[in-house]
């Protein structure tokens, strides 16, 4: 089986690598000639561990090649995987289908023998069904295509694992012999026991929006609960554990905090909300819209501790940022939380320095106004107050002392729960931490204590 994948994005190049891993002859396609360029090459444009050494390896295997023609790409595949992006619309809450549909109608037209489209980015219920009418209003005399759905759900950081052993795979609207081919195609996971789920077109397109819509659900749940903790004295941590233990509840993304973040989550919601709307459904679009609010009112949470513990006013003080990606092991800066809480902060008159391992240059791009640093330390030194915004181990493992040498303040706001509190408050620093309140108050602190 030869295989096409239209769009190189973080699902795309990482989606063509591992099925060039699977064994089979895949070619990627994109628009951007640069990222076809680079990837040819063998490098990948952007953080994703793994994936550089996968993509390595299966060019120099033969089986895997990038290009930007897609009419050569298509016409020597007989699988097409649809992986473009589907960002939120510049003037709505909806997801911007203008790459799908022309990734689509690109495929119809330039197929040369029978085919399978395999859409495979995330879409508002009912995309796939217009999507069909598409490609058969195009596809040329004498071909015959099918188009299924059968959306990801591959994490960034841990995209190259998710995409080889994932949890389990669902395959919209296919006909017998399109499911026996995917078949073929996953046969790999399918032996290890993921399960595989067949459905219907909206059934598939729905089980990956309502897998985000649930997951930044239980993010803001514990955010909230999180607000309760702090106002009652309670740790938010200890009662995630707890909760955990519960297996109908799991302790997987209870880890309150800044929020969520990213390319996918917020968008995703946004666009249930709107379609929901559009549907007559309307208690999923306000269970969603609050999940938005709640997610969006950690930003400014943080962003107030910070003022308060510059004394009131950020003007003329110094804040530390760390962190600039939306969560640790991605240079992925879409929508991230922690350079919303810069931006705003340096907008409110603060010199704010942002130190990241790996969004550094992501970061500058997005924000060039913005100040980032090469070392933590010299995002730390002379700074008033230190904000811990991204999760990244270099932040969790630094030494709290040595930052205390380099700091002119003593407090750091913990925005993701992740450091060692009692290590901090014996090198000198009071903590605050979302949903657990100060942690750590030195009787020579020089910083505000919150109530
Ligand atoms: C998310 C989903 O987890 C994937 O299953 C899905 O395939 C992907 O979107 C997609 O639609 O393409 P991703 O955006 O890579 O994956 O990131 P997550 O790991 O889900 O994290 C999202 C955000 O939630 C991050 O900002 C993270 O910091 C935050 N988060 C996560 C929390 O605030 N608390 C938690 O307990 C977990």
Known sequence: MRVSVIGTGY?????????????????????????VASLSAGVVPFFEPGLPDLLQKHLATGRLRFTTDLAEAVGGA????????????????????????????????????????????????????????????????GVSAELVWNPEFLREGRAVEDTLHPDRIV???ASSA???????????????????????LPTAELVKVSANAFLATKISFINAI??????????????????????????????????????????DIRALTHRAGELGAPQIASLMRRVDEINMRQRERVVELAIAACGGSVLDSRIAVLGAAFKPDTD?????????????LHLRGAQVAVYDPAAGETGRRTFPTLTFTDTMDAAVAGSDVVLVLTEWPEFIEASPAAIADLARG????????CLDASAWGSAGWTVHALGRGTLAVPSDARSVVFA
């Open 332 to 344: 992925d800066v879409r929508d991230s939380p922690a350079l919303s809480v810069a931006a705003a």
């Open 410 to 417: 003593r407090t750091v706001i913990d925005a993701r729960n």
């Open 171 to 173: 395959i919209g609207g």
């Open 178 to 200: 399109a499911l026996e081919t995917l078949s073929a195609l996953y046969a790999a996971p399918l032996a290890t026991g993921t399960p595989l789920i067949a459905c219907d």
């Open 78 to 141: 007989d699988i097409h995987f649809v992986c473009v992006g589907t960002p939120q619309s510049s003037s709505s809450s909806a997801a911007n289908l203008e790459y799908v549909e022309g990734a689509v109608a690109a495929v119809a037209r330039a197929l040369t023998h029978d085919g399978l489209v395999v859409g495979k980015s995330t879409v508002p219920v009912g995309t796939a069904e217009r999507l069909r009418v598409l490609l058969d209003a195009l596809v040329p005399d």
């Open 11 to 35: 699902l795309g190049a990482t989606h063509a690598a591992a099925m060039a891993e699977l064994g089979f002859e895949v070619v990627g396609v994109d628009v951007d000639p640069a990222k």
């Open 226 to 267: 999180a607000e309760l903790c702090e106002a009652a004295g309670a740790d938010v941590t200890v009662l995630a554990d707890a909760l955990g233990h519960d297996a109908r509840i799991g302790r997987r993304f209870l880890n309150a905090g800044l929020g969520f973040g990213g390319g996918c989550l917020p968008k």
